[in-house]
């Protein structure tokens, strides 16, 4: 075995693909490389969805809500309690967990399409509570319980009991990230925010990477495949897709972060029901199951409109004749995932003995 | 000999051609064209692009044609975004649009910081042009100047109980609040404050509920498919109480929707439109729009983008420069009542147009609107 | 009192539609577990198809009132019931055999298409049937208004959807979808076409919700290429709250939740009125993990 290639053929071309994608900026003007960022924008949160929805097997179409409940959570530290962005990015994600922890618990055991239209009106609940400014509500509610516990911060009673979502009007001027004092301004230098996106993406790839290959990730591949003898060999089938479910929401919660912080802007429409349905048509075109396959799927789903943009009128049109072509060329996604391989050569055949 | 001068007038126009094409003066236009509000986007390119010929016809702008550079944004603030980032890469010098206000805002950032000024037509959130942005314009009026016209006229009409009801969108509950907060301040009675959800069909349920609060006079804020619905809908369940529309209502749909007797008495405020408005250009303007496309633009707010495109035009041509500077301070301080298609256009330091702008119509028996 | 027997019909009316086009989808399901995202822009499509044809034949001025929609719907039915067909043929069809939710991102682009087609076709405006072709006298029962138009669109989902739960409980090609529903292969063996049984379910499902295109468009008047989307998923929603799969249970669900809708923008909140409906549905799915009426065919697990 010693005179097998260092690397495979694969781990040459992830190579050369991470550093074009790393050196294109290089190449591209400010539009081509903002358009990049949204595709690793998406596909950091498609990676999430996959880890719900790919491995877990659940059919989840409501992932905006998570997003959504991290940008928020971004955008009203930043705006209006002076958060620096950055520091929000794990508020955000805890609190898209936590969100998801509750509303999960009882429905998790739904089977398929009734998990998938539970998950399609979490969305739409959590857009409509941001559109009726429901967090208002909540901060002025909070606000008294501060008062009657007798705390005397005033200025942060009052910064609480004006929180608000900002209704239909979202809010406007989420601070532009900053590391160690270097202010990243996406709308300014889009390369710069390039290289933000770029670091994160990479890190949710070694993150989902090594949970797809640890035990728990096996674990939870086994249930989705077969529930029923998963659970049968004593793997606790609720608490993993519970655990996976707050694994992705936590995970899309800080992508939310990114997301505020790039467009500094942030209203109820980029959070709808479509928004969801776009993430889950990137992860189940590209490959579900398969970190390659979903990263892949973000770019098409992402750039194909893009690229389409002198189709004018027709190119929604066009997009979705692609779509479905595609889907019935490759009908497991265009990079399904390979069966996990055992190598039994590892196994000295002289050691086993009957 | 005649072939002769066939070919010399032939290449000279190849020639004039492709002199042209090289080098042209590029404005902007983010619409949507795809996407829920599809109707608009496609009416502001049409008008744009019309524009765009006359001004050509007419020997160019600083010697060079127009030419409109259009992106789709989709009616969405993400792609209105990339729209944005894509359009300050291909050399415009101005740009016109967009449509719905959390739209714009999401592009504005992006032109301030590429020094492309920018003139939205349909935008009319205040906080858009509270931010202090040099490079921002728009042709709308804002919201709270319309609530004022809103309240006034519903004061004006002697009702006591009055009931608001918008779709919430960012326009609709704009302008649905700041008529609330004039009308608290009033002696009248606001016996419904809530919304619809916009794009549905059945609006019995909230007739009813508004039948029930006995409400004298109805306020409704949100867009013309809605409000035609709900007339057509009144006039069914026989529940005669009069309906008030802001600018969004102003479509001639609206009336096709309703049907003509369940239309007539409705009330609106708007700008003009442009059959109300006397001058030349507005004049010429419909009639070259409906000979081009067969029909007049469906409502004002693509017109307001082809008045965008208009300034932009005369500003450049004011400064005789694609100085983006020069025509900031030009708009904000040179242009005085340029003879726009919706009355005349000034802006003030915000980059808000000003003026008097808004007029209060009634739909007839015969379906027309007639200015108050 | 009369309040609330007035919003009891309001939301009747419209979950009558609701109930028509989550047949469809439950059919569908039923014998394929699929959900078809493109249901509602086929529903869309039954409407504006209907509204060109109204207009092209003046079907009404010509053949009177009842003839001349009875003919419009019969029009509709056999149209999008073909474009339901030939939706299966292109877009499913190759796709039986791959992971189920491969079909859902077929559907879901089909979707797009079909809207950007309409809108591309029909212009992005909305657009508006002729008025005054259905009565508009009104009933008084009980004290209570009914206008006359409103008892002819509930009446008219109702024996729809009558006759296609005989059509499946009596006829012997019922028997077959009922069979092919249950489990195809055995289905097969027995002797059962299967193909052609799934290109009857894509026949009749479309046809339904092209017809109900037909009856809204009648009914409210105006008609917009984006509406399918959102009765597509009210419809969904219905589908899955009565049991989906089960073809009385998208009766009750769909008028249930026309009945959801109506009461809680009544009393509770108008601008909250999808959040109540959609809470409602979940507290429904918690109790009743299977839908109200549950499935008829178990999936397998």
Same mark, same amino acid.
């Given at each position: 075995m010693n005179d097998a290639p260092r690397f495979s053929k694969r781990q040459i071309i992830y190579a050369v693909v991470a550093v074009v994608w790393i050196v294109s900026p290089l190449f591209l003007d400010n539009y081509q490389t903002d358009v990049l960022n949204t595709v690793g924008l998406y596909a950091i949160l498609a990676l999430s969805l996959n880890v719900i929805l790919?491995?877990?097997g659940m059919f989840h179409m409501g992932h905006a809500a998570f997003y959504a409940i991290g940008a928020y959570t971004t955008a009203i530290l930043s705006t209006?309690?002076?958060?620096?962005t950055m520091w929000t990015m794990p508020i955000a994600g805890i609190l898209a967990g936590v969100f998801a922890l509750i509303v999960a618990r009882p429905i998790i055991h739904l089977r398929g399409d009734y998990l998938l239209i539970v998950t399609i009106g979490m969305v739409e609940i959590v857009r409509i509570a941001i559109i009726n400014d429901a967090v208002s509500s909540a901060a002025k509610f909070l606000n008294k319980g501060f008062m009657l516990l007798g705390i005397q911060d005033w200025a942060l009673c009052e910064k609480i009991a004006n929180?608000?979502?900002?209704?239909?009007n979202g809010i406007f001027g989420v601070a532009a990230p900053s590391i160690f004092g270097f202010e990243i301004n996406g709308i300014v230098n889009t390369t710069h925010y390039f290289f933000l996106i770029t670091a994160f993406l990479a890190a949710t790839i070694l993150l989902f990477f090594l949970l797809e290959r640890s035990r728990y990730g096996r674990a939870l591949r086994y249930l989705c495949s077969d529930e029923i003898a998963a659970e049968g060999s004593g793997v606790n089938t609720s608490g993993y897709k519970l655990s996976a479910f707050v694994i992705g929401a936590f995970w899309a919660g800080m992508a939310g972060t990114l997301f505020a912080g790039k467009i500094t802007f942030i209203s109820p429409?980029?959070?709808?029901f479509a928004e969801s349905v776009t993430l889950f048509m990137i992860v189940i075109l590209g490959g579900s199951g398969y970190i390659p396959g979903v990263i892949l799927g973000a770019l098409l789903v992402v750039g194909l409109p893009e690229i389409f943009?002198?189709?004018?009128?027709?190119r929604m049109l066009v997009f979705g004749i692609v779509l479905v072509i595609m889907m019935v060329l490759r009908p497991q996604g265009i990079m399904p995932p390979k069966p996990p391989k055992y190598p039994i050569h590892k196994v000295d055949e002289r050691e086993v003995t009957l | 000999m005649k072939k002769i001068l066939f070919l010399i007038a032939a290449l000279s126009i190849i020639a004039a051609g492709t002199a042209l094409a090289a080098d042209t003066v590029k404005i902007g236009l983010t619409a949507p064209?795809?996407?829920?509000?599809a109707a608009e986007g496609q009416d502001m390119k049409q008008i744009c692009e019309l524009l765009a010929d006359q001004v050509n016809a007419d020997g160019g702008l600083l010697g060079k044609e127009v030419e409109v550079v259009v992106a789709d944004d989709g009616g969405n603030e993400q792609t209105a975004a990339l729209a944005a980032q894509r359009l300050a890469t291909k050399g415009i010098v101005a740009v016109v649009g967009t449509y719905g206000s959390s739209v714009t805002e999401a592009s504005q950032g992006i032109y301030n910081a590429a020094k492309i000024p920018q003139i939205a037509n349909g935008s009319t959130a205040v906080r858009l042009t509270e931010?202090?942005?040099?490079?921002f314009f728009r042709t709308s009026p804002r919201d709270d100047e319309q609530g004022r016209v809103a309240a006034k006229t519903l004061m004006g009409m002697g009702y006591k109980k009055i009931a608001i009801l918008h779709d919430n969108t960012t326009y609709a509950k704009g302008l649905a609040e700041e008529t609330k907060a004039l009308l608290d301040?009033? &002696?009248?009675? %606001?016996?419904f404050f809530d919304a619809l959800t916009p794009g549905?069909?059945?609006y019995t349920t909230i007739l009813t509920t508004l039948k029930t609060k006995n409400a004298e006079v109805v306020f409704f804020t949100g867009y013309y498919p809605e409000a035609g619905l709900m007339l057509r809908q009144k006039k069914e369940m026989g529940f005669d109480v009069p309906f008030v529309g802001g600018?969004?209502?102003?479509?001639?749909?609206l009336v096709k929707i309703a049907g003509k007797d369940a239309a007539e008495g409705f009330y609106f405020i708007s700008?003009?439109? &442009?059959?109300? %408005?006397?001058?030349k250009e507005a004049k010429d303007f419909l009639a070259a729009y409906t000979k081009k496309?067969?029909?007049?633009?469906?409502s004002i707010w693509a017109v307001l983008s082809g008045d965008g495109f208009r300034v932009m035009v005369e500003a450049i041509k004011q400064t005789n420069s694609t100085d983006p500077n020069k025509i900031a301070d030009y708009l904000h301080?040179?242009?005085?009542d340029f003879p726009g298609l919706t009355g005349t256009i000034s802006f003030n330091e915000k980059g808000d147009r000003v003026g008097d702008v808004y007029r209060v119509y009634k739909v007839d028996a015969e379906g027309g609107f007639i200015l108050q | 009192m009369e309040q609330f027997f007035q919003q009891l019909t309001n939301g009747l009316a419209i979950g009558g539609i609701y109930a028509l086009i989550a047949l469809g989808y439950t059919l569908v399901y039923g014998v394929l577990?699929?959900?078809?995202?493109a249901h509602g822009d086929l529903f869309t499509i039954g409407a504006f198809l209907g509204l060109s044809l109204l207009t092209a034949f003046s079907l009404t001025d010509k053949l009177g009132f009842a003839m001349g929609v009875g003919a419009l719907v019969l029009m509709i039915v056999c149209l999008v019931g073909i474009i339901g067909i030939l939706l299966d043929q292109a877009a499913y069809k190759p796709l039986r055999?791959?992971?189920?939710l491969s079909a859902v991102v077929s559907a879901l682009g089909m979707s797009i298409v079909f809207s950007n087609a309409i809108m591309l076709v029909f212009g992005p405006n909305p657009q508006v049937y002729p008025h005054g072709?259905?009565?508009t006298s009104v009933l008084h029962i009980f004290g209570l208004p009914f206008p006359v138009k409103r008892l002819l669109l509930l009446v008219t989902s109702v024996v729809l959807m009558a006759a296609l739960y005989f059509f499946i409980q009596k006829t012997t090609i019922g028997a077959a979808i009922r069979a092919a529903a249950i489990d195809q292969d055995a289905a097969r063996l027995m002797g059962i076409n299967v193909n052609l049984v799934i290109m009857l379910i894509f026949f009749i499902g479309p046809a339904l919700g092209g017809a109900a295109g037909v009856m809204v468009g009648l009914y409210y008047g105006q008609i917009k290429w984006t509406m399918g989307w959102l009765y597509g998923l009210k419809a969904f929603t219905a589908a899955i709250l009565g049991g989906i799969g089960n073809i009385p249970g998208a009766m009750v669900g769909g008028l249930l939740l026309g009945v959801i809708e109506s009461l809680g923008s009544a009393y509770i909140s108008m601008a909250w009125k999808d959040a109540i409906t959609f809470v409602v549905l979940i507290l429904i799915l918690i109790v009743r993990p299977t839908g109200?009426?549950?499935?008829?065919v178990a999936e397998k697990i």
């Open positions: 790919g491995y877990g209006q309690f002076g958060v620096p929180a608000s979502t900002g209704g239909p429409t980029s959070f709808t943009q002198d189709f004018q009128k027709w | 064209i795809t996407g829920s509000w931010k202090g942005l040099k490079y301040k009033e &002696p009248v009675e %606001l016996v549905e069909q059945d600018d969004a209502t102003n479509n001639p749909d700008p003009p439109v &442009p059959q109300d %408005l006397p001058s496309y067969g029909a007049a633009p469906g301080t040179g242009m005085k | 577990k699929l959900i078809n995202f055999t791959s992971p189920r072709i259905l009565p109200l009426l549950g499935e008829r």
